[in-house]
Each structure stands twice: as structure tokens, then as C-alpha cells.
């Protein structure tokens, strides 16, 4: 048992360095997904997620497959795209998501055609799904350097960023730089979504952040709790992942998205807080 | 605070029109107007949280920080996971800042705003599980922390009941007993009429502003009632600036 569950750690370096990569991506990710879900944003890093991969594309047929290129790549894309969403939102009467949605699917094609230009359908797998079980040491870097930088400055804005979700009158009230904190936030999780493409694939990387998310909120009922949870949540999907996709030689991303679904199914139905499981011991309870 | 012919424009259309005159340092006065008319319009202006289409808002020696502001209870996120004590303790916001830490004084003052309220023992209850009345007097209890001069309220009283409205009022009897200047927008008259010495009535233009005996008189509410009534889209430009 314990050499099913060990052993592929153990005996290879690849399965290490995954595992690694997966650890500081749940810690980065997993906190902003539970900020996306109380923001209710969970589409928008959907939507920039997918506006990463032209950016990505232009860095790969710029430089080839270099992890310099086609973050910087990402990241911009990431931002402009969030940026102008935003701003068409504001300007005309469509709804946010609506405009997020528009752009994102714009950048979608965008991102294929251009790596289809000159890469192989390898290629283009490579970017849609990552490479997980090929992470180098400039993508582990990358990962954790990004996870480093989204926990220092998630614990320096959170107070600002809790209380313009809840109550944004009150921040501007209290003079609080709510538009700042909403961009530096934003920021946070374009920077997230592009170190996870690395590991997960733009297509999947989302579901780390969202799926663990989703799921913490039926097991807290504080932030600093669910961001916990979903961290590690995130990473028990990793693991469990990367297990079944070694012994059963199946593609490790969808793996670990589909063990991150499982944990979410699990939560919906027995979480300690407002899960089906809950809500039923709780009708019972009244009516005796 | 003197406001100098102000001008106010809520998405771009004219929210209230050339408002002039004073909340005396110490007042305590209703906003009264029928909906739409830019009662909270107004109180975000005062507040800061937008800049006059035209006019002056002259805030005469009050600071953004000694203001504090009560949202309508509908702006607040309701679902978010937080309990009552945490909430209350923002009130410290302008002595803890964005970064600071809270320390064990503002924990220990946020409990006693807490019991001020009526809401001792609900301390670690998320605002979920709260009943309207029970957030209104955790807000109050926020509000009770920020210990602020001028006090802004939108519809306090809403959702709320008659025994935490009665609890609500005394503690802004209190407030005005201590000097400070309070503006409130409320829709029951009889309330107003009882409870509030000043009131200012308007109708996207000040109807009335003084004594709420006077300002509210039967005259000057069917004025009001008749200028909402002949406000419409159509005529958005500001008459008087033409």
C-alpha cells in the first residue's frame, strides 16, 4: 500500500518535481479561487485563463518553447484582457461576465490559430494541457516564485480585499484604495493562472483554482478557513491525480482536475456547512 | 458642513439639483424625499464617494475620517462568511488601518459595542444567520467603534423591527447627545416627526429644509409627491441651468 502511494515519489524525480510544482501551485491558486468565489468572479478567471493562451502563443512563436517568452506573453494578454473587460463594462450597459466572455472566447481562437501557425498539435496540446510530469527547474521556479509572491501580498491586502467584497461603501467610506486593491488582485491571479498553464495547460489550470474553491466553502465558515482548506484540498487533488494517472498511464491534468472534482462532489454532499448532508441532518433536527 | 449650490448626477443623469444650505455641527436631521429623489445621493457625496457635478460640498473642519457611513442594508454581501465580531471590529478601520494589526484594545472594544447593541453572545455568528434587525444592530455596533463625528445613515430603519428600530433610535439619541452631527434617510414620517428635530425634503430639488414640523408640512410633502411625479426621462437636463 504504502509503496502505491510512495514508491512513484520515490523512485522517480519527474513524479518529485510534480509533486513540488502541484504544492506551490495549491498554495498560490487555491486561496485566490476562494477570493474569486466571494467576489463572484469564479467566470472571470475562467475567462483569463483562456486570455492567456494568445499571449502565450505569440511568446512561443517568438522564442520556441521558453518559459520567459511565453509567460511575459501570458501575462500581458492576462492583464489587457482583464482590463478591458473591465472597462467595456463600465462604459456600456453589458454585464461584466457577458463582456469577460466575449473577449475570452475571442482570445481562445486567437490562441490557437497562432500556435497552430507554426507549432505541431504537440505543441498545441503542450499549451492547452501543460506538462505536469516535464516541469524544469525554471518552470518550478517560476511556480513557487509566484506562489511566494501571492501569499506576501495576499496577506498584505487582505483585510482591504475582504471588506470591499463585503461592504464596499464602507472601504470608500474609510478611504481605502478599493479600485487598487481590486487591480493588484486581479493581477494576482493572471500572474497564478500563467505560472499554473506551465503544470496544468491553460484549459485546466482554472479547475485548481476554482474546484478546491468551490468545495472549502462547504467545510468553513471564514475566509482565512477556507483559504486553509482549499489549499489543501488543492493539493490532495494533486496528489490523487498524479497517483492515478501513474498507475493507470492516463494524462496527469485532466487527472488531477477530475480529483479535484471528486473532492468538490464529496463536499457538495457531505461539508460540514450547508452541504445536502447538512442541510438534512439539520430539517431532522427541527423537526424533532 | 455647508453645501454651496450643489449639483449632484448619479450615472450621468442629474440626481439632485442646486442644494444649498447647512447641517449645523450637532444636528440631527431626517432625509426625507420620495424614491429617486437623491437621498442617497446625497450621502455619498458627503461621504466622498463621488465628486459634484457642480457646487461646493464645504465640510468646515470635519475630516473623510471622521465620517462614518451605514449602508443600505441591501448593499451588503450577506452570504459572506464572517461573523459578527469581525465585522463590528472594522469599525477600528481608521485606528488599525489597512495593515495595522488589532490588537487586544480594539477586540475588547468591539465586545463592549457588541453588548451596546443588544447583540451579546452573538459574537462568533456569521452575518448570514443574522436577521435583518440583528446586522442593523451589528452595523450600529461598527458604527459605535468608528466613533465619528459626522454620522451619514442610508435607511437604517428598513428591514428592521419595532423593537430594534426603538433600540436603534435611543442609541442615536445618544449620539446627538454627544454632540455629534447625524444625517439619516428615512421614509416613516411619524418617526421623523418624533424622533428627528431637523429635516431636509427633497424631491431631486430641496423642497424644504429646517424645523420637521415646518418642512414636513402637508403642503410641502404634496410638493414633493407632485415633483417626482413630473420628473421623467424625458426631461433630464437641469431646467434651472438652462
Not at chain 1, 485548481?208 to 478557513?225: D, Y
Not at chain 2, 428598513?158 to 421614509?187: F, K, P, Q, S, Y
Request: proline share 4%; glycine share 10%; with cysteine.
Amino acid at each position: 500500500m504504502l509503496d502505491l502511494l510512495a514508491g512513484p515519489f520515490l523512485d522517480y524525480g519527474f513524479m518529485r518535481r510534480a509533486l513540488v510544482g502541484c504544492l506551490a501551485l495549491s498554495l498560490g491558486a487555491c486561496p485566490l479561487g476562494v477570493l474569486l468565489v466571494l467576489r463572484r468572479m469564479s467566470l472571470v478567471g475562467d475567462a483569463m485563463a483562456h486570455a492567456i493562451l494568445p499571449g502565450a502563443a505569440i511568446g512561443f512563436l517568438v522564442a520556441g518553447l521558453s518559459i520567459v517568452a511565453m509567460t511575459i506573453g501570458g501575462v500581458v494578454t492576462g492583464l489587457t484582457v482583464a482590463l478591458l473587460a473591465g472597462l467595456v463594462s463600465r462604459l456600456t450597459p453589458l454585464r461584466e461576465d457577458a463582456s469577460f466572455a466575449a473577449f475570452y472566447l475571442v482570445s481562445l481562437g486567437l490562441g490557437v490559430l497562432l500556435v497552430s501557425v507554426r507549432g505541431s498539435s504537440v505543441d498545441l496540446l503542450h499549451v492547452l494541457f501543460g506538462t505536469v510530469l516535464a516541469l524544469d527547474n525554471a518552470a518550478l521556479f517560476l511556480i513557487a516564485a509566484i506562489a511566494s509572491v501571492t501569499m506576501l501580498t495576499l496577506a498584505l491586502i487582505h483585510r482591504a480585499l475582504i471588506v470591499e467584497c463585503l461592504d464596499p461603501g464602507f472601504l470608500r467610506a474609510v478611504g481605502g484604495h478599493g479600485m487598487l486593491v481590486h487591480m493588484l488582485f486581479l493581477a494576482l491571479v493572471v500572474l497564478n493562472l500563467v505560472g499554473g498553464f506551465h503544470a496544468l495547460g491553460t484549459l485546466m489550470v482554472v479547475g485548481i483554482m476554482m474546484l478546491p474553491a468551490a468545495s472549502a466553502r462547504f467545510w468553513s465558515e471564514n475566509v482565512a478557513g477556507q483559504m486553509a482548506i482549499a489549499s489543501l484540498l488543492g493539493f490532495a487533488a494533486c496528489v490523487t491525480g498524479l497517483l492515478f494517472s501513474y498507475h493507470h498511464s492516463l494524462p496527469a491534468s485532466p487527472a488531477i482536475i477530475l480529483a479535484a472534482g471528486a473532492i468538490y462532489g464529496a463536499s457538495v454532499l457531505l461539508g460540514r456547512h450547508g452541504s445536502l448532508l447538512a442541510s438534512a441532518l439539520r430539517l431532522r433536527h427541527l423537526q424533532h | 458642513m455647508r453645501l454651496h449650490d450643489l449639483t449632484l448626477t448619479y450615472r450621468r443623469h442629474p440626481a439632485v439639483h442646486h442644494l444649498s444650505g447647512r447641517f449645523a455641527p450637532g444636528s440631527l436631521t431626517a432625509l426625507v424625499g420620495p424614491n429617486g429623489a437623491g437621498k442617497s445621493t446625497l450621502l455619498k457625496a458627503i461621504m466622498g464617494a463621488m465628486r459634484p457635478h457642480s457646487g461646493r460640498l464645504e465640510l468646515e473642519g470635519i475630516g473623510r475620517q471622521d465620517i462614518a457611513y451605514l449602508p443600505q442594508i441591501a448593499e451588503l454581501d450577506r452570504s459572506f462568511p464572517i461573523n459578527v465580531l469581525d465585522l463590528v471590529a472594522l469599525g477600528a478601520w481608521r485606528r488599525v488601518g489597512m495593515f495595522g494589526r488589532l490588537a487586544g484594545s480594539h477586540v475588547e472594544q468591539a465586545r463592549e459595542a457588541i453588548a451596546a447593541v443588544g447583540l451579546a453572545g452573538f459574537e462568533r455568528r456569521v452575518i448570514g444567520t443574522l436577521s435583518g434587525g440583528q446586522l442593523q444592530r451589528a452595523l450600529f455596533a461598527r458604527m459605535l467603534l468608528q466613533d465619528a463625528r459626522l454620522l451619514l445613515l442610508d435607511e437604517p430603519f428598513a428591514a428592521v423591527d419595532a423593537r430594534t428600530t426603538r433600540d436603534l433610535l435611543a442609541l442615536i439619541a445618544r449620539w446627538h447627545g454627544e454632540g455629534r452631527t447625524i444625517v439619516a434617510v428615512l421614509h416613516d414620517l411619524e418617526l421623523v416627526r418624533a424622533h428627528f428635530p431637523e429635516a431636509l425634503l427633497i424631491a431631486r430639488e430641496p423642497v424644504a429644509w429646517g424645523a420637521t414640523a415646518s418642512a414636513l408640512s402637508p403642503a410641502n410633502l404634496l410638493a414633493a409627491r407632485r415633483m417626482s411625479e413630473a420628473w421623467d426621462e424625458a426631461a433630464l437636463p437641469c431646467a434651472q441651468a438652462a
